[in-house]
């Protein structure tokens, strides 16, 4: 799938950082992409029991090394 603005994502916290409430994935939802072959995006994450931040220039998780912010699709629930 292609990046779009508006879409929601999974955001994965750098391991350096401290988690929100225990985890390390949180919502966001897409700001600005950039088409190319790395698709990094800048996001709005919704943090569990936390602010709301942007953050910028987020690679997706085929790209990013374990330790590293980034972002990947939500896996599709059946219904």
Known sequence: MKPSMGRTVI?????RERPY???RE???II???ADGEV?????????DCGPVECRTSVPHD?????????WRW??????
Request: net charge neutral; aromatic share 10%; hydrophobic share 35%.
């Open 39 to 47: 698709p990094a995006v800048n996001l709005t994450v919704f943090f």
């Open 11 to 15: 955001y994965r916290q750098p391991s």
């Open 31 to 33: 700001n600005v992409w």
């Open 62 to 70: 085929e790209r990013a090394l374990p330790a590293d912010a980034c």
């Open 74 to 79: 939500p896996e599709r629930v059946p219904g």
């Open 21 to 23: 409430n225990g985890c």
């Open 26 to 28: 949180h919502p966001a």
